[in-house]
Each structure stands twice: as structure tokens, then as C-alpha cells.
T-cell receptor, first 115, second 111 residues
Framework: DTEVTQTPKHLVMGMTNKKSLKCEQHMGHRAMYWYKQKAKKPPELMFVYSYEKLSINESVPSRFSPECPNSSLLNLHLHALQPEDSALYLC??????????????FGAGSRLTVL | KNEVEQSPQNLTAQEGEFITINCSYSVGISALHWLQQHPGGGIVSLFMLSSGKKKHGRLIATINIQEKHSSLHITASHPRDSAVYICAVHPLTDSWGKLQFGAGTQVVVTP
């Protein structure tokens, strides 16, 4: 299995809803990432987990809450979002064979629309 | 100022033409990625380079670390190559996949 699987592919939610995005990989990768991508812009890093621990939080608002229940799963819990949070949310993983450059495997993304 | 610059921003080619996309960066890096993104879709990692040249099918990527420059070439382009191609670098100062991305090059290949 060489894929990163993200669900759902599309999500529409109101500003008062609570929802979650899920990401799964079975490649044995020990680093997992959440990126946010607005239209016609490059991805922006949100969070990095390494060995199931949060390594990087790029000053993301608390209405986004990541969770890494085990080495294969990464969730992004969403609560009280704003319309400007509408974007493509990409999950990625990498093997962490050595510090620094690792090939990232990206998922297909979850397209979020906040009404 | 973005530390990763790509050119051109947009490119239209006819099927069969040779395509080159350039990437220049200003920081020391441990590696450089070329990524492909189809409209509305996820990202596929095409290459990771730290030196020299790599080839996969009709795609060739080269990097010159001294000149801080990389190129992605598509030979015998096909309409299915239409996508955004993104250059991203691993700065030496960052350890955890904090890629710095270029703005992307929109490639359209017409039949």
C-alpha cells in the first residue's frame, strides 16, 4: 500500500458545526502532516506529527485541532470555523529515515466549504 | 520575497512539444521536490533530488546545487500532462518536512 487516504473528499459545514477530517497511511511512515491550500496558492503547512507526537504547530488557530491516535492515522478536528477556512486540506506522510529530506506522499485532499 | 521562484507562471504547449519549467531558490537546501497537482486534486511527488539528474518515463529533473537551480523537463508532452507543477525545497535549517513551495507553473498541453 503506497497511498495516503483522506476522507471525506468533500465536506460542507456551517460555522457552528463540529466535523473531522481523517487521514490514513499504511506505509510505516512515522511523520504525518496537515497542509491547507487555497485556490491557486501553494500549500501551507499547518501541523507535523512525528512518532505520534505533535512536532510543529504553525500558529494555527485553535478551531483546528489535530490528533494522531496511532502511527497510521491522523485526524483534524474542526469546530467553529469561518468561511475563510474554506480550502483544500492535504494530508501527507514521510518515512523519517533521516532528518531533513524525506519524500512526502500526499493524499488527494479533503475539500472543505464553510458556509 | 518568496525564497523559491518558478518560471514561467503559465505555459501552453502543443501535444508532442518539449516543456521546461525552471526553479531557483535562495536558501541552502538538503533536497528539492518536483510535485504535480491536477485541477481540484491532490499532490503527487514526481521527484526528490539532492544532486544530478533523475528520469522517470517522459519526465526528467535536474538540479545544480551550486547555482541553486533546478529544471523539470517533459518530453513528448501529452494533454494528460496538463497540471500545476510545483517546486518545493527542504531548507537545511528545517528538519521536519517544512517544505518551502514555489508558486507553481500551470501547464496546459493542447491536442
Amino acid at each position: 500500500d503506497t497511498e495516503v487516504t483522506q476522507t471525506p473528499k468533500h465536506l460542507v459545514m456551517g460555522m457552528t458545526n463540529k466535523k473531522s477530517l481523517k487521514c490514513e497511511q499504511h506505509m510505516g511512515h512515522r511523520a504525518m502532516y496537515w497542509y491547507k491550500q487555497k485556490a491557486k496558492k501553494p500549500p501551507e503547512l499547518m501541523f507535523v506529527y512525528s512518532y505520534e507526537k505533535l512536532s510543529i504547530n504553525e500558529s494555527v488557530p485553535s478551531r483546528f485541532s489535530p490528533e494522531c491516535p496511532n502511527s497510521s492515522l491522523l485526524n483534524l478536528h474542526l469546530h467553529a470555523l469561518q468561511p475563510e477556512d474554506s480550502a483544500l486540506y492535504l494530508c501527507a506522510s514521510s518515512p523519517l529515515d533521516r532528518a531533513g529530506a524525506n519524500v512526502l506522499t500526499f493524499g488527494a485532499g479533503s475539500r472543505l466549504t464553510v458556509l | 520575497k518568496n525564497e523559491v521562484e518558478q518560471s514561467p507562471q503559465n505555459l501552453t504547449a502543443q501535444e508532442g512539444e518539449f516543456i521546461t519549467i525552471n526553479c531557483s531558490y535562495s536558501v541552502g537546501i538538503s533536497a528539492l521536490h518536483w510535485l504535480q497537482q491536477h485541477p481540484g486534486g491532490g499532490i503527487v511527488s514526481l521527484f526528490m533530488l539532492s544532486s544530478g539528474k533523475k528520469k522517470h518515463g517522459r519526465l526528467i529533473a535536474t538540479i545544480n546545487i551550486q547555482e541553486k537551480h533546478s529544471s523539470l523537463h517533459i518530453t513528448a508532452s501529452h494533454p494528460r500532462d496538463s497540471a500545476v507543477y510545483i517546486c518545493a525545497v527542504h531548507p537545511l535549517t528545517d528538519s521536519w518536512g517544512k517544505l518551502q513551495f514555489g508558486a507553481g507553473t500551470q501547464v496546459v498541453v493542447t491536442p
